[in-house]
């Protein structure tokens, strides 16, 4: 009997984290054989690579408190663009020197010509990209990305998500940004922070001291009327109180005669998946941008980063290692099978002239099921049933997936000591509460 914890990611591991500060005790299940969840990392041959990006640019105090505790590595956040063989500074509209003139014109063109919409009446994402980029950048930039980052179309996509994600640039800027290359990093972030060894996951260390951690525990079935979880194995562990960082998909799945409404809204939640392809050479030099973008849609990938340049730690002496994300929609794969995606992709970007074939030593490949959560028209509706069902039958749902919200990691750190929080105030209301 006691607090039992869902999912050991990062909200997972914060939410008992917190409990213990209070000297509370709680039962982490986490299915796979390690936590970490999408903070988790993987070696192949000496190789080290997180599952997607991970850098840390929070501004967080308490989040801060804990992450600085592990020696890191502070990267200034220079991004680039690839778009139909020209590379260009981040962001690509205020950066456009390296294009030829008859597309730095369009552009121009149509950023002077753009609609000047009042925020409230912008019906979707693809209108805001044209109010703000004009016609001609967001139909060669933003719009296809879209399809290969969100693999949805940006008229299906809502707004209320960007917020200060994109760069809006000025009239100047971009005008600036056609005429020379010395133009300023623009960056929703000033440094970006990463631990000197063991991937992003050692930012977690400081927390898990002293935790019941029990990986290898897939929960199965959840029974509110008798306060049960199922494993997959078969054990029944009985909760008094319940913290779940599960995707809502996913624990609705696993809920004992859910209501048929909460089932269908909690299906009807959309989010990406993604591949990993995680490419290890045997040179030092390979990958110098720390991460890229690709628009063109013929390319696979939609981002691409270097595990080694964020640390040396993640490559064995001498070698260095890149890792491109590749998305796909709610766990549906793509056609092709993944040795063909793999296969593609070394040789796009060998055409690239990122590497050669005889530098390559370390090949992999793997998916995500649960990548990001996309923002559609009907997110708000459907993640409100889910989540009020949740909240009647006192399940604290804490994380990315559990509060089902666009969280870099810090936030989800604090999503789930939040969820601590919630349950010891709770039960200083109600003395059963834990
Ligand atoms: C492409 C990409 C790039 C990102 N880049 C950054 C970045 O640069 N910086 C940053 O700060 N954040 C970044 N993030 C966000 C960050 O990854 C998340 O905010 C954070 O990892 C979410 O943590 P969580 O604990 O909420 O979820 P998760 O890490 O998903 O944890 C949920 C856990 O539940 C477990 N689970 C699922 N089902 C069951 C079950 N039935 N039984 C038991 N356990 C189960 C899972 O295995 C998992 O471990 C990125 C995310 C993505 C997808």
């Known amino acids: 009997m006691g607090n039992i914890i869902l999912g050991g990611g990062i909200a997972g591991v914060g939410a008992a984290y917190e409990l213990k500060k209070h000297n509370i005790g709680s039962i982490i299940l986490e299915k796979n054989d390690s936590w970490g969840g999408l903070l988790d990392n993987f070696i192949v041959d000496g190789f080290r690579f997180d599952k997607f990006i991970h850098l840390s640019f929070s ?73 703000q980029y004009g016609d001609y950048f967001a139909e060669n930039f933003p719009i296809p990305y879209t399809e290969k980052y969100w693999t949805l179309k940006a008229s299906e996509l809502e707004t ?32 970006m922070r990463y631990p000197k060894k063991g991937g992003y996951k050692s930012f977690l260390e400081p927390m898990i001291k002293g935790l019941d951690i029990r990986t290898n525990s897939k929960v199965c079935n959840i029974n509110f009327l008798k306060n049960e979880i199922t494993l997959k194995n078969g054990e029944i562990l009985v909760f008094d109180n319940l913290i779940s960082s599960l995707p809502l998909p996913e624990i609705c799945k696993l809920i004992n005669d859910i209501p048929e409404k909460v089932l269908k809204a909690s299906q009807k939640l959309n989010f990406t998946s993604g591949y990993l392809v995680s490419l290890g050479f045997n040179k030092p030099d390979i990958g110098n941008k720390l991460w890229f973008y690709i628009y063109d849609k013929d390319i696979l990938p939609a981002r691409v980063y270097s595990p080694s340049l964020k640390s040396k730690d993640n490559a064995p002496e001498g070698c260095s290692s890149l890792q491109a994300e590749i998305y796909f929609n ?14 593609q992709t070394i040789q796009r970007f060998i055409k690239m002239g990122l590497f050669k074939e005889e530098d390559l030593i370390v090949k992999d490949i793997r998916c995500e099921k649960y990548a990001n959560i996309i923002f559609d028209h009907h997110i708000y509706e459907n993640r409100k049933i889910v989540l009020d069902y949740l909240k009647e039958n006192k399940i604290i749902s804490v994380g990315r997936f559990g509060e089902w919200d666009y969280f870099w990691s810090d936030q989800s750190l604090i999503s789930g ?10 039960s200083k209301s109600n003395d059963s509460y834990y």
């Open 59 to 131: 501004n967080d105090k308490y989040v801060n408190n804990i992450f600085f505790e592990t020696p890191l590595i502070k990267h200034k956040p220079l991004s680039s663009n690839y778009y139909k063989g020209t590379w260009l500074k981040h962001p690509a509209q205020n950066n456009l020197y390296p294009l030829n003139k008859e597309e730095q014109d369009k552009i121009l063109q149509d950023f002077r010509q753009r609609k000047d919409l009042d925020a409230s009446k912008i019906k979707n994402y693809e209108e805001w990209l044209r109010v």
């Open 160 to 191: 209320k998500w960007v917020g200060e994600r994109m760069y809006k640039p000025t009239l100047e800027e971009i005008e600036k940004g056609c005429q020379t290359d010395l133009t300023p990093n623009t960056y929703y972030a000033k440094e």
């Open 330 to 343: 709610r766990g549906e794969k793509l056609k092709m099978n993944d040795l063909e995606i793999l296969d």
């Open 417 to 426: 000591r939040n969820g601590a929080l919630q349950l010891i105030k709770l």
